[in-house]
């Protein structure tokens, strides 16, 4: 059986919203709270994850990273209440 992926954002403490992807979102966050994930939550560290959305595979989980990831914060946090990311 093929892992299940996630989009996830989490909350930094410069109060901006990061988003990834991962095959496991609590072990991700806690690398980015280790100071272990991207340079960018090295610089910002997360206080929390805000959402979090399973995909099938990496390529999809992917694309929809990219998809939010251009998303000004305003649309980012009005996903949040879309079935599209749900509150995790």
């Excluded at 610089?43 to 929390?48: E, F, G, K, T, Y």
């Amino acid at each position: 059986m093929a892992a299940k992926w996630f989009v996830y954002l989490l909350e930094c403490r410069n109060g901006a919203l990061y988003c990834g992807i991962t095959t496991d979102v609590g072990r991700r966050f806690t690398e980015h709270q280790s100071g272990k994930g991207a340079r960018y939550t090295r610089l910002n560290p997360p206080l929390a994850i805000v959402a979090v959305k399973e995909y099938p595979d990496r390529s999809s989980a992917s694309k929809a990273e990219w998809q939010v990831k251009k998303l000004p914060r305003a649309r980012k946090v009005a996903a949040l209440a879309d079935t599209d990311i749900c509150a995790y």
